[in-house]
């Protein structure tokens, strides 16, 4: 499995990189702020996160740089649309199917193959339930 990356402007750095001082220096919690006391003013964790970026030759990425990357990771780790929505806090589905083109292309294949023989009228579900009936197995 790869490393989650930063993506800014054409290049990418890996995160542990990018905040791994940060996090060292101030521990976060699961339900806790990504930016705790001193970074938690935007200006702070921008200015924070310009430095550790220029001296790790990356330039042009922001905040919102990260707000993306979080979306993108979304979309390739195959999370639904509605959930990128609540999760980016957008107003519409619209917002979030931008990270769409980020989904891996093999689920497109996986998901045209469903769309297809769901307008061919192929139940998945009762073939399933057949073949469990046939070899003796009790469905719910």
């Not at 702020?33 to 938690?40: D, E, K, R």
Request: glycine content about 8%.
């Amino acid at each position: 499995m790869g490393h989650a990356c930063i993506l800014g402007r054409g290049r990418q750095a890996d995160v542990k990189l990018i905040l791994g001082q940060h996090f060292a220096r101030f521990p976060v919690t699961p339900t806790g702020p990504v930016f705790p006391w001193p970074l938690n003013r935007y200006q702070a964790a921008a200015r924070r996160l310009q430095i550790v970026c220029e001296e790790a030759g990356l330039h042009g990425v922001t905040i919102h740089t990260l707000r993306h990357t979080f979306g993108v990771h979304l979309a390739q780790a195959n999370v639904p649309i509605p959930r990128i929505q609540k999760l980016m806090g957008h107003a519409t589905p619209a917002m979030s199917l931008r990270y769409a083109a980020h989904s891996p292309a093999s689920y497109f294949t996986e998901d045209a193959a469903r769309l297809a023989e769901n307008i061919q009228g192929v139940d998945r579900e009762a073939e399933a339930r057949a073949e469990a009936a046939q070899s003796g197995l009790r469905t719910a």
